[in-house]
């Protein structure tokens, strides 16, 4: 049987292990690999979009993986099937996966009803989003109906993670600085609901911490971000809730929160645009990775960007003027017959260019 129909109908050990084939087709770089991972996804995709996608986001040591252990205990008593997912585009540089969550999540990681996947190591932040968003597929297709996906609490993996899921959770620590990191960061903005962790250590503060943060939101939910039209008051007012994951305390009004969060954005549309949002979202932010892959592995490109960047970087020339000069070498170079468009590869697709992978990332500069 082939990929899909093995994560389709394989039931038990034998399911988890054909999960994990899956992902792991779906992460190689080799194209042949790319090839028959896209056609399981097609296969895989009516199979899909059943489960409710949460987002658990934080800074490191917030408790997030402790949280997801408890949080995952408590659904599968409940009935449902729990699978957790990681962004870590650092985990490239640590070498593993974040900060062995693996190991962390004990209890959840061997239950039968749970399946742990740690980040895929390497690439930009948007080659290892691509692959958790395709190892989440995966995992709907194999009826997990409840996906959690765990940030790293560092750089863009929130946003990342919010483009992917249907509520976004924030964990915060019961003191006054730490929130304002979430602010000055823009990750507040993305929260439905903000979760202050390890209420245990400092009710008092923790409380402080509650009416702090709801302010912070009711600011947001005024003078937020247009396109955060979730925010509408009227529909869910992000909210603010305390708990203590070492000692699993406020799992129930939190499921509570959720499930109130999903109803509503279930019985007004919100929900669905949401998925529609980022499904278009997401093709787009592919084709750009993969135009951009194409352009700096192009001959003509790679032959006049030393020149372009050391004149930029100089003062000597335009910024604009060289990309457009670029965009131009490469538009010529790509109408002609080789190098046409039609060998345009997404990010992860192609093995790197000839010489070493770093040459194309030169001088590039992400800008929000
Ligand atoms: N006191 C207390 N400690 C907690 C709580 N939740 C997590 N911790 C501890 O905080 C540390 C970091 O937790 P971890 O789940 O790894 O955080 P992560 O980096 O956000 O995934 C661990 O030592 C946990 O035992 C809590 O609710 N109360
Ligand atoms: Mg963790």
């Not at 790197?352 to 800008?367: F, K, L, N, T, Y």
Request: charged share 20%.
């Amino acid at each position: 049987m082939n990929h899909a129909g093995q994560v389709l109908t394989a039931r038990g050990p034998a399911q988890r292990r054909a999960i994990a084939k899956a992902i792991t087709l779906l992460e190689s770089t080799r194209a042949d690999h790319r090839a028959q991972g896209d056609e399981m996804l097609t296969a895989l995709l009516p199979h899909t979009g059943r489960s409710f996608r949460i987002a658990i986001s934080g800074v490191p040591g917030v408790g997030k993986s402790t949280f997801i252990e408890v949080l995952g205990l408590f659904l599968i008593e409940r009935g449902h099937r729990v699978a957790v997912l990681t962004i870590d585009p650092s985990s490239s540089v640590s070498g593993g996966s974040i900060l062995g969550d693996k190991t962390r999540m004990e209890k959840l990681s061997v239950h039968e009803q749970a399946y742990i996947r740690p980040s895929p190591s390497g690439g930009t932040l948007g080659g290892v989003a691509e692959k958790t968003r395709e190892a989440m597929l995966v995992c709907e297709a194999a009826g997990y109906d409840i996906v959690i996906v765990e940030t790293v609490g560092v750089g863009q993996s929130e946003t990342a993670a919010a483009g992917m899921t249907d509520m976004f959770v924030l964990l915060q620590l019961p003191n006054a600085g730490d929130d304002l990191q979430a602010i000055k960061k823009g990750v507040m903005e993305l929260a439905d609901l903000v979760v202050i962790n390890k209420a245990d250590l400092d009710a008092d503060a923790a409380t402080r911490a509650r009416a702090q943060i709801t302010s912070a939101l009711r600011i947001f939910g005024q003078h937020g971000h247009p396109g955060h039209a979730r925010h509408d008051q009227s529909v869910w007012q992000a909210q603010v809730l305390q708990l203590s994951a070492l000692r699993g305390e406020g799992l129930a009004p939190f499921w509570d929160a959720v499930s109130r969060f999903r109803e509503i954005q279930q019985a007004n549309g919100g929900w669905a645009e949401r998925r529609r949002q980022q499904a278009l979202g997401w093709m787009w932010e592919r084709i750009d990775a993969g135009l951009k892959r194409h352009f700096r592995q192009h001959p003509r490109v790679r032959q006049l960007l030393p020149q372009m960047l050391a004149d930029v970087g100089g003062g000597r020339l335009p910024a604009s003027t060289a990309a457009r000069r670029l965009v131009q070498a490469w538009q010529d170079g790509a109408s002609q017959a080789s190098g046409g468009p039609e060998n345009i590869a997404t990010e992860g697709s192609a093995p790197p260019a000839a010489g070493g992978a770093p040459a194309p990332d030169i001088g590039e500069q992400r800008h929000a």
